[in-house]
């Protein structure tokens, strides 16, 4: 009947007589579990989803995606894969990380002919930060657009979604934190952009990274309709902002 399969198959029925049991176990699909990382999602809270889901190790998890990655965040496109019931985390981090990289490589080189890590890492932070700040895919070229010509400017990022980096990814940013948090992920405090990626991206916030819109932006708030109110200067932000209140 031929080499029986290794890993977890799906068999089916509860009870086959043992002609097909041996049939099954060189024929059968194997077991397939899906993972999803969502776009803006962090390592830490991805990690342990995978963890309680595959019955896995968090911490081996961690340490493989260290050993593989280039990047500290991000290195794992926000997308939805398809891996073998019964993966260990080393095989698991090594797919997730090997599959980015190669779709971050064919972006990067349709766009720029090349992958360069230390460009394509300053591409990620923007884009993470972007992930975070726009409320949908139609804002995140014009929030690209304020950080890009606040950083021209000189001008402190002041967004509250540079500190939502790990374990921190869904927590509301607090004026207790922004005047605690001493990290480089603290825009309020640091001039520049932080150190590295806050989270996972989508290809929508990577080609706003790239291509900004053409604005003088250099402030948003959120309205009452849970998007952007873009302004050029610091009164009409004022007054964007007694608005949402």
Excluded: C
């Excluded at 068999?11 to 049991?21: L, V």
């Excluded at 995606?65 to 280039?70: C, E, G, I, Q």
């Excluded at 001493?182 to 990577?206: C, D, E, M, R």
Aim: cysteine-free.
């Amino acid at each position: 009947m031929g080499t029986p399969k290794t890993g977890w198959i799906f068999i089916g029925k509860n009870k086959i007589n043992r002609i097909d049991f041996l049939y099954k176990l060189t024929s059968a699909k194997a077991m397939i579990k899906k993972v999803t990382l969502i776009p803006g999602e962090t390592s830490e809270l991805f990690f342990e989803a995978l963890a309680k889901n595959l019955k896995l190790d968090k911490d081996k998890l961690l340490t493989y995606y260290r050993d593989f990655s280039s990047y500290p965040e991000a290195g794992i496109y926000a997308d939805t894969y398809y891996v073998p019931y019964g993966i260990k985390e080393k095989h698991l981090m090594h797919f997730l990380v090997q599959e980015s990289e190669k779709k971050y490589k064919n972006i990067s080189e349709k766009i720029y002919g090349t992958y360069n890590k230390e460009q394509w890492s300053k591409v990620l932070i923007i884009a993470s930060i972007i992930q975070k700040e726009a409320a949908d895919n139609k804002e995140m070229p014009l929030v690209s657009s304020v950080i890009y010509n606040r950083l021209k400017k000189g001008m402190r990022l002041q967004m509250d979604g540079t500190l939502n980096y790990g374990k921190y990814s869904h927590i509301k940013v607090t004026p207790e934190r922004i005047k605690n948090d001493l990290t480089s992920f603290n825009t309020y405090k640091h001039k520049g952009l932080p150190q590295s990626p806050i989270g996972s991206v989508s290809f929508s916030a990577i080609r706003a990274a790239i291509k900004p819109a053409k604005t003088n932006y250099l402030y948003f708030m959120k309205n009452k309709k849970g998007v952007h109110d873009f302004s050029t200067t610091f009164k009409k932000h004022r007054s964007n902002i007694r608005k949402a209140r």
